[in-house]
């Protein structure tokens, strides 16, 4: 026990002397996490309250070009620059590569003819007796030649995919007018009024989102209580690099020499690095939790809401940076050199944090890595998490996943135990 | 008929998928109390067999007797007997000397209160008293030795063993050293000693091994051996013995 503490005090002294080491372990992830939740809530801002900047070229000279221009205003999605005169596209692709306009829009000459003699045609169909034989032979209707909508590379299928989807209700909205006025028309030889007109077409059955919680709670999930535990659980696994290479750097100095011909098991010196790695991956988690939830709002950023149970965080944050140290401790055996430690270390956090589902959501993920996710860690404690922030759940509801955890913990450690006695360090 | 320190029977050893045999038959008997050399030229074993000697190596054939111990069947408990200054640094550069000596006196089981007598004892005794509390990567290549000789003597080991322990170091901090290792013999502790400075080892060294090819050539009291061989000190005996050649 004497052995244990004294190596506990050897590697708390190691790890307070080295600034850069500390630096890694808590400044860079505080920042890492402040970096990734400002740019998720950036893009949740862009979608939902900051404006795209869509350069429209209408081309129609009727009506109902300008209609769609007031609806797609009305979408309040875009920041529209109206071009003055038809815009060749040579142009619209300089415009937009300048970063003038991230969306463009060409509505066609013949918009609103073809919308027109489309709504007429739909009206004439709709009042014909369906067994009429001039049914077959009279009704056409017209197809109208497309709307063109430019997009710059940058922008992912996700954002031009809600981009189209508010434009093809835009387009929904002004057929949808001129089908209902022609048929009003048809049928009661005078227009519709105004009201009748929005209660048809604008009387919409709203759709109301609840998030699904545990606790009742409807308070709508934000970019940091996505973002903050996922980027967490990334931080501290991170500390392989500087765990990694401390066991690395012990194990090829003279000083593990000298501990090797001493009474005591080698062993306590990996405990130890345990025991002190934990509690550091339990302060960074901390650390990034208050900030937040105290320094978020202040910064701009939503702020974090802690989970109601907090022993069961406590518990999900310890056996995390249990996790966390062994797959170091892992590491620093079976390599060699602390470049190779820092590399595959890096990189196969990395890879775990992708099967994890950090990177991209776990539910988006291709059948067969839904199932490879398993084998991570990350995975496991992700599932914990969310589970305690996202969905108001307490240690009974995220038990199965701590026990995932700490089953892959335990798997690593023997691995390590195989590495020390492979390698002949015990 | 005293014990032992080291006793040293048909010891056979290779390394693992390494060609060739490092060592076959060897016998080789240390004193208790004695000042004991070993050398010869790079490559000739002797690094080998201090691995094999403090355990850090493994043999499967022949024996090893530490005070009559036998170093393979008890590892642990034999190291309690024994004390090993390496020739790299090993300690803690990012603590002081008195923070490596606690540490490393507890890994020796020693309790709180031999830590701090002894702490004392050898900071004092080894000059390091005016610098305990600074970290040793601040230090010269001589306290540095000085620091790495203390750790390894800190439990007051029965059988000290030495690889180099003062290569690389000035005047003073060598005379320090060696007149410590003596100071040490006459209190009971046996010496096994290894360098390449061989005008020290012999106002060192009561008794040595010259080693060659995984063998021991001679083994004898250093001034039977000048006798016997017409030299008049230990770098001719050695280059009589082992002839001038490279061996790296």
Known sequence: MQTLKATIIKDLKILIRDSMGLVMI?????LLVIVITSVQNSTYELINNNRITLLADNRDKGPEGAQLMKAIEKIGMFNIIHADSSVPENEISIRMHARDALVALVIPADFSTSIQTRATGIADRALQDPDSPVLKKVIFIVQPDSLIMYYHPVMQQSFRQSIQGALHSAVQVIQGEAIVRNLYHAINSRSISPDLEKDILFGQIPITEIPVSRTGSRVVPNASQHNVPAWTIFAMFFVVITLGSTVVKEKTSGSFLRLKTLPSSYLNALFSKQIVYVLVTFLQAAVIFVIGNLLFPHI???ALHLPNDIPGLILVTLVTGWCAASYAI???VFCNTTEQSNGFGAISILILAALGGLLVPAFAMPANFQRIMRISPLHWSLEAYYGLFLEGGKLKDVLANILSLAGITICIQLLTLYGLKKKNLI | MSIPAIAIRSLSFSYPKQEGIQFKDLNLEVDDGERFGLFGPNGAGKTTLMNL?????????????????EISDHPKSVNKLFGFVPQDFSFYPELSPRENLSFFGAWYGLGQYSIRKRTAELLAVL?????????????????????????GVMHQPRVLFLDEPTVGVDVQSRHAIIHYLKELN???????????????AEGLCEKIALMDEGKIVVHDRLAILLEEHRQEGLEGLFLGLTGKHFRD
């Open chain 1, 26 to 30: 808590f400044f860079m992830p505080v």
């Open chain 1, 300 to 302: 701009g950023l939503p």
């Open chain 1, 330 to 332: 892992c590491v620093g």
């Open chain 2, 53 to 69: 000697m403090t355990g850090l190596l493994r043999y499967r054939k022949g024996s090893i007797r530490l005070l009559s111990h």
């Open chain 2, 127 to 151: 000059g390091l008293d005016e610098v305990s509390n600074r970290m040793v990567h601040t230090f010269s290549g001589g306290m540095k030795r000085r620091v790495n000789l203390a750790i």
């Open chain 2, 186 to 200: 006459q209190q009971g502790t046996t010496l096994i000693y290894t360098s390449h400075q061989l005008e020290e």
